[in-house]
């Protein structure tokens, strides 16, 4: 449990202000979307790294340690020097620690778990230790992070203290021979797993449909905060992000009772719709209290989302292959969506503006629900 409150310490620290902190270097919106696109093209190959070794030796605590000294040696430089490469490269060597850090832990957790765990629960600590860091950093009277060397204080501080609770991760249980060649069914009846096999259809098309959300979700994470400061006139970015979570902490804690009921792919694809009505309302609505409606439905789009794709996964990857198949959520489903969305986000905030760029993006979860229908009525008609 204490390794996941810092460890979201260092999201509250990381998620709502990263783009603020690369806006106050003085780049403009589309450099900040170039970097940010940086950011998460290295978030990618990290996960694959430490995921493949900490699989291979059974040994996650490790990682962790190193991913965290990462975070620091990479913000720590960021607003010395300022010049657009050597931001570029700080911002790589963070982006490898920070995207690191969520696999080892989700897969040390759901090992330690087991088949049925409660995932959503012990996540849950990790969305109230955001809320409430996150609330700090919007109230704090000392070193408010409304500056880019304060913001990069905040990240060193927090992943300092993720490093000490450190001592608090058990060792993760040894995966059996007989687990390793257990093939388990996933939901759905889409496939039969064969014996430690990681690639199969099911699996492919939860990526495409965690693609799909996640690209949408890049406007709310990464333009967001400029959209309150910048469009709306508003300080308010880590109370909206505070809200956002406080909404997300009642679905994820009993999201495992949802999963039973209605798989893990129909909420994913449910959390993908509601993506979608999130974004129109940024965008037909720039106001104030519509915006305080919005943030209240990030309960579906990732306290709903996030414990269905780990679970999505824990069903159609063996567990010794576990970090490495949180890792192909969180890059390939995530980091990868998040790239190609800050680069094309940041352009069209230039040209066009914010409320285009929640109306463009709207576009995207629709696909995703397009296509599970559809797979979906083909299953129907093939049984």
Known sequence: MPPYITSYFV??????????????LGYSPAVV???????????IAGPFIFGYFADRWGRYKPGLILVYLLVIAGAAPLTFLTHPVLSAVFLAILAIGFRSS?????AITTINLGKGGNYGKIRTAGSVSFIVFVLFLQLTPILRPNTSAHISLWIGVTS??????????PAARAVTSASRHKASSPDGGYIRRGKGRLWSPLLVLGLVIMFLNRIAMTPVYTFFPLYLVESLHWDAVGLMFALGSASEVPVMYISHRLIRRFGPLPLLT????????????????????AVIAAQLLHSLCFGLFHPSAVAFITDCVPPERRALGITLYLSLGSGLPSLVGNCIGGFIVDFVGYQALFSV???????ALGLYLAVELTKRNMA
């Open 270 to 289: 449910f959390s993908a719709a509601a993506v979608g009505i999130r974004l129109g309302i940024y965008a037909l609505f720039p106001f104030k209290g």
């Open 160 to 169: 300092a203290l993720a490093l000490l609770s450190m001592s608090f991760i």
């Open 102 to 106: 969520l696999p080892l832990l989700d």
């Open 33 to 43: 979307g170039m970097l940010l696109g940086v950011f998460e093209g290295a978030g």
């Open 361 to 367: 993006f709207t576009v995207f979860p629709f696909i």
């Open 11 to 24: 999201f509250a620290a990381v998620t709502p202000y990263l783009s603020l902190l690369i806006r106050g």
